[in-house]
């Protein structure tokens, strides 16, 4: 198990001094001026403000039945960082709404909804696919971070900032929710289930909405978007390319997060990013 958790508050303002009265500077294809890219994790970016809260109130239900107070502590220190995620996420979402995709929003008070509604009935399955949607979220965090060069080069300075921090603390607090999953519900069906779950459910999410943005852009039938996407995931330096092994790590009966030292990077970036989210 890793050290306590911190919990920072960025002073980021994704809006950026403004060119016009009103109209903020993050321009609409930010990530290199890539449609896909942008939209891509403009669609992971818009489901973090219900997506984090409902892992919050997942592991939070179980806090009481916690005895270790390391472990407390830590979920207390998730329970912050992952606050922080929502509210700045959802700034980034309040971008999204003004530039016309208005359908994010009532996508995101729906499933809302019905997550709520999981937590209260399904409160051991709900642990369990947060702490499966934490894999996968650790798992994309290290991609930034191994890489963060090539990863993040791309991006507009508003938003960089945003993602290294981001990728910075799911690496920190990556092992919380499984260890309390471990403690309350230690089921290898159930979490082999929440996994089938979460990924699927996620890559479906991701995708209406990485879709829904296009469309609205008037690309989503645009081959060389779709064929430079491809290839943004699943290139020789695609986001997702080589995560496979990490992926299948999940379902071995000896699995934890921690197998794989986040240590080193955390220490790596920790300075510049709490540097730059001071600003």
Partial sequence: MQGAIRVRRPKLSLAGSPDVA??????????????????????????????????????????????????????????????????????????????????????????????????????????????????????????????????????????????????????????????????????RPLRIFAMMLASFFLTLETTMRTSYMLAKDGSLFDRRVWREGMRFLWGEEGLLRGTASAYRAWFRRDHHPDEIDDASLIAHHAPRVEQEIAR
Wanted: with cysteine.
């Fill in 22 to 187: 009103g109209v903020p500077r993050l321009p609409r294809d930010w990530y290199a001026g890539d449609p896909f890219a942008t939209h891509f994790l403009d669609a992971l970016s818009s489901t973090f403000p219900f997506g984090e809260a409902y892992f919050v109130r997942s592991v939070l239900r179980y806090r009481e039945c916690i005895d270790d107070p390391a472990l407390r502590e830590r979920i207390r220190g998730f329970a912050g960082q992952e606050g922080q995620h929502s509210r700045l996420h959802d700034e980034h979402l309040e971008l999204l709404l003004e530039q016309g995709y208005a359908l994010l929003a009532r996508r995101n008070r729906f499933l809302d909804v019905v997550l709520r509604f999981e937590n209260r009935r399904f409160p051991k399955l709900s642990l369990a696919i947060t702490a499966a949607l934490e894999h996968l979220t650790a798992i994309l965090a290290r991609q930034m971070l191994e890489d963060d060069a090539r990863r993040t080069h791309g991006m507009h300075p508003v938003m960089a900032p945003l993602w290294r921090w981001h990728a910075l603390e799911e690496a920190e607090h990556k092992a919380v929710a499984w260890d309390v999953l471990q403690q309350v519900a230690p089921s």
